[in-house]
């Protein structure tokens, strides 16, 4: 890597601003503005620190709308959000999709919103944690904020994700590397374990690897789990590891005084799905009876968490809520974003901050190109290519200011550090607005 | 606006209304002694009005509400009502969702609620939770007993930095009062441990329970808070607890009380009927209610509320995690579990409270028990300690438990396991509650046990927080086993409830939606101490929280709207 020189042309420093990348939510960043630009970030990651600098690249600037010809044309604010508000007003089924990359604030006009005209509200959890918070139904949830692996933890396991890479300062800022109250001397106070298939960059600097074998992880947990509870191994190798090693990792992991388990997506979205978790979650339970065990899912995006708690205080479920009925409805594979693309229901597609084109699965696409899609974000991607109405938003975190939940539920309030572009609009006050037309042509009509 | 409720048979037990024909006036907000030709009448001829009703102790919003609703999908869909032109859909039995709390408990004719445990670390999502909740002003309760920086102060006996710890807590976490759950013992849970008794120190800390109860409660009333202390005592729920119970209340007897604050209690335990148990495991357990009830009899120190159990399927959630995993060992139901670095610990489980089990015929039996052996009613509240013993909604209900003992003698020989009988004195208590006792565990008490000069009665210049049932008081007989279904339909539903001079209930159905009011204490003449203090712990707050100071406080924007106490400590 090139040495880059230190950014000394700034106008001042913006201090503590909150990175509005992953589900870390580190809130230390020093932000330096020259000229209303972020024209460098301190302490942040790669990841973060080019979202936040570099978001001029590809940035959704003025509210655009189709041409007969298929075309995105520039129009003005009043012109899409009017044709947004019609669509949205003369809808039978609409779906309100995305909001993990917004504010609580936002997210609060947009529930409005779908208890007014009836609609399914769904964030990125469908097609991420969604089997996790299953799990999470079926069996519990033992879980911490992150300080209490930072001051006690002397062993930390992650599987199914790779922090090295996707949150970057995971390791650094909360789990493994800091001095914590009871871990003065940091990395060397604990052990660092990471099962995984692949020989992932966190897997490169664990103390102990567990390659076990792809689809492997429910067999691998559920052998853990018998050594546990006293029960012989019958089979020499499972899930491709030793037997050996399971009972001597086993009994590293009763002997520890407070140990954290990390998983990702990896471990929720291999073959047996919400069962990974299920059983990953049995045995933090049952490492209880010995030592303290805690446990935590690696949330992507930054508030990808927030909109589950948002969901789950003001109508009791977490994601995919249907208010169709005049009532929230919650049924995972009824009123899930995916299942109700694949059945062709929807007949108008709302997305805020989140990237359907880039992440659903073929069919469901397909629908969204048969169907009006609206899109309210701050940079181009796959899914402008399908929106019908592109209104600009703001940054939030960057630009506008917002609540958000961290990936262990701990609540941040994001400061805004510069203004945002004259033509854009914030989240919260565009949602709003479409209410508000929304509610102004349904009373029209009455 | 301007009301008169006219000719209704008021209970205001604090000011010794007991059942008389009168009319309550009220003006912008707050009653007053005359109102204009203008006022509106409501004629509330012969029933029942009491001051709006004040919950001590109740978990309504916050981070473990809001892992309850997440892991507990089947316990939203259990309360599913549609939205309509006023009410937006309600969702949750035991752990409801926000507005349907504040419908359900303004429909009770409550008006303000106790949030019991906040930690301060995630007071912002507590805050959140207050503004999504409608029609009652919620007072929370910062939690301090496993506080890292409340044990050195203790262990190095600086009450002095204690008090400015707490007071700048309170303005950061925007709280109105200190809480301490399982002192000690939800720190020792950071290593799948726990404390017992008040005498046992937490691993590596060197420092007890009692010993942090007893600094907590000095410094509350050196501060002149205007609640006092707020404890869940050590070793909830376990056979033989009761001694333990005692000690914790007894450790603080000589603490003087604030000159300056209207309550007359320094400590206040809650829910104790969890805390009153005697015997040495399930198999002997019995009652320990009596010698509790004893000692709060002879102690004017004390106040309670009792967490009646209500045979339900609830949600149990307290900061008290290692307890939690102990409920867990026994049911193996799905077990929820979060700490919070640097203060505090949670859990949560399903409970299934059956009159068929011996055990929580037990529990039951203990609650009334202590209703009925507390002699003053201005020392024991009705709580449920929502949900943990039973959703809120149960109030009523307990309500027609005490006021008929015949009820009562129905449900020992017909509907409760024998336990209760054999292994309680319930059998033998018929003193029964009357409308003015009601009036003052469910409203009157409470209000002043919190320290809220303005609410929990109907004196010139209260709060204009009424609520009217449907009931005639002097035509009706509470005692009598088979109106007790009556009293719960009644009291369930408020023909009126009035919140600050606006009718938010009619017929039991919410006609209106008005913010909650955020409760908080802010006191002043400690800014130096605060400062210094604040200096000096900021090494150990940088290195070991994993959030900046900066973005750790509750901003003014997360209170909107707000009550603010303020309290001059130098006073």
């Not at chain 1, 209490?148 to 199914?160: L, Q």
């Not at chain 1, 009791?316 to 899930?336: A, L, Q, S």
Request: glycine residues 8%; proline residues 5%; negative net charge.
């Amino acid at each position: 890597m090139a040495y880059e020189e230190p950014i000394t042309d700034y106008d001042h420093i913006v201090e503590n601003c909150t990175c509005a990348f992953c589900g870390s939510n580190c809130d230390d960043l020093d932000f330096l503005v020259k000229g209303n630009h972020v024209v460098g970030v301190r302490h942040a990651c790669r990841l973060g620190a080019s979202k936040i600098m570099e978001d001029e690249d590809q940035r959704l600037k003025v509210p655009m709308m189709r041409d007969e010809n298929g075309e995105l044309q520039e129009v003005d604010w009043d012109t899409a959000l009017d044709a947004a508000a019609e669509l949205i007003a003369n809808s039978v089924r609409p779906l309100f999709y995305g909001w993990s990359e917004t504010s609580i604030e936002c997210m609060k006009k947009g529930l409005k919103l779908t208890e007014y005209v009836g609609a399914v509200i769904d964030n990125q959890a469908t097609i991420c944690h969604g089997p996790t918070v299953q799990a999470v139904q079926n069996v519990g949830y033992p879980l911490m904020t992150l300080g209490e692996v930072k001051n006690r933890a002397d062993m930390v396991v992650y599987t199914g994700s790779n922090p090295m890479n996707a949150h970057p300062r995971h390791l650094a800022r909360y789990s493994v590397f800091p001095r914590g109250w009871f871990r003065q001397r940091g990395r060397f106070d604990r052990t660092l374990v990471t099962w995984d298939p692949k020989f992932s960059d966190t897997a490169k600097m664990s103390d102990i690897w567990v390659p076990f074998e792809e689809n492997g992880d429910y067999g691998f947990c559920n052998a853990i789990r018998a050594v546990l509870k006293g029960k012989e191994l019958k089979e020499d190798v499972i899930s491709g590891i030793p037997k050996q090693d399971i009972i001597d990792l086993t009994e590293s992991m009763k002997n520890v005084e407070f140990g954290a388990l990390f998983f990702g997506l990896g471990l929720t979205h291999t073959l047996s799905k919400q069962r990974n978790i299920d059983i990953a979650i049995q045995l933090v339970q049952d490492l209880n009876a010995y030592t303290k065990w805690v446990l935590l899912p690696m949330r992507g995006h930054f508030n990808v968490n927030g909109f589950n708690i948002y969901m789950a205080y003001e109508m009791g479920f977490p994601y995919g809520v249907d208010f169709c009925r005049g009532y929230p409805r919650y049924m995972i594979g009824e009123t899930t974003t995916v299942d109700l693309l694949n059945r062709k229901e929807p007949d108008v597609f709302l997305v805020i901050a989140a990237d359907p084109g880039a992440h659903f699965p073929g069919g469901a696409n397909m629908h969204l190109a048969n169907i009006p899609v609206i899109q309210i974000d701050i940079h181009w991607g796959p899914s402008t290519e399908l929106a019908d109405i592109v209104l600009p938003g703001t940054f939030i975190g960057v630009e506008t200011a917002g609540t958000s939940y961290r990936m262990d539920s701990v609540p941040i309030h994001m400061k805004s550090a510069i203004d945002p572009p004259e033509t854009c609009r914030e989240d919260e006050w565009i949602v709003n607005e479409l209410y508000e037309r929304v509610k102004k042509i349904k009373e029209e009509a009455k | 606006m301007e009301y008169i409720l006219k000719n209704g048979i008021v209970y205001d037990p604090t000011h010794n209304v007991t059942g008389d024909r009168k009319d309550v006036m009220i003006k912008d907000g707050k009653i007053v002694d005359n109102v204009s030709s203008d006022a509106k009448v409501l004629d509330v001829t012969d029933k029942l009005v009491m001051a709006a009703g004040v919950d001590v102790h109740a978990h309504i919003a916050g981070p473990k509400l809001c892992v309850g609703r997440l892991y507990r999908p089947e316990d939203s869909r259990a309360g599913v009502v549609p939205k309509t032109d006023i009410t937006r859909a309600e969702t949750g039995f035991s752990i409801p969702s926000c507005s349907a709390t504040g419908y359900r408990y303004s429909r009770m004719g409550y008006g303000t609620v106790t949030e019991a445990a906040v930690p301060p670390l995630e007071a912002k999502h507590t805050h959140e939770e207050i503004m999504a909740i409608p029609n009652i002003d919620v007072s929370p309760l910062a939690l301090f007993g496993n506080n890292w920086f409340v044990l050195q102060f203790v262990k190095k006996n600086d009450l002095e930095g204690l008090a400015a710890f707490v007071s700048a807590w309170l303005k950061l976490s925007k709280c109105y009062g200190m809480k301490v759950v399982n002192p000690c013992g939800s720190e020792a849970w950071g290593w799948g441990m726990n404390v017992h008794g008040i005498d046992d120190p937490a691993p590596h800390w060197d420092v007890t329970g009692g010993e942090v109860v007893r600094a907590l409660t000095q410094v509350n009333e050196m501060l002149g808070l205007p609640h006092s202390m707020h404890v869940h005592p050590n070793d909830l729920g376990h056979p033989g607890n009761y001694p333990t119970t005692i000690g914790t209340l007894d450790a603080v007897k000589d603490v003087k009380k604030n000159p300056n604050v209207i309550r007359d209690q320094t400590i206040h335990c809650t829910h104790l009927q969890f805390h009153c148990y005697g015997g040495t495991s399930w198999r002997d357990a019995k009652s320990g209610a009596a010698p509790v009830a004893d000692y709060i009899n002879k102690n004017k120190h004390v106040t309670c509320d009792v967490g009646q159990v209500t045979f339900d399927e609830t949600t149990t959630m307290t900061a008290d995690a290692p307890m939690e995993y102990d409920l867990y060992k026994l049911s193996g139901l799905k077990w929820a579990n979060k700490d919070i670095e640097l203060e505090t610990a949670s859990g949560l489980i399903p409970i299934i409270y059956s009159p068929k089990a011996p055990v929580n015929a037990l529990q039951w039996a203990i609650g009334l028990e202590l209703f009925l052996l507390i002699n003053d009613p201005w020392q024991v509240v009705l709580t449920t300690d929502s949900p943990n013993a039973g959703p809120f909604i149960r109030y009523p209900r307990i309500m027609s438990w005490l006021m008929s003992s015949d009820r009562r003698t129905e449900m020992l020989e017909n509907e409760v396991h024998k336990w209760a009988t054999k292994r309680t004195d319930l059998a033998s208590l018929d003193r029964v509650y009357d409308w003015s006792d009601i009036a003052t565990v469910t409203r009157s008490a409470p209000a002043k046990i919190l320290g809220l000069e303005q609410r929990g009665h109907l004196g010139v210049g209260a709060n204009a927080d009424v609520a009217v049932y449907d009931i005639e008081p002097e035509n009706f007989d509470a005692t009598k086993a088979s109106n007790a279904s009556v009293i719960e339909d009644v009291m369930g539903r408020a023909a009126y409830t009035i919140k600050d001079g606006e009718i938010v209930v009619k017929d039991g159905k919410i006609v209106k939606v008005v913010p909650s009011r955020h409760m908080w204490t802010n006191v002043t003449g400690f800014e130096e101490q605060e400062k210094k203090v604040l200096e000096d712990i900021m090494p150990m707050f940088n290195r070991y929280y994993t959030v900046k100071f900066e973005n750790y406080k509750v901003f003014d924007h997360y209170i909107d709207p707000a009550i603010e106490f303020k309290i001059d400590a130098g006073k």
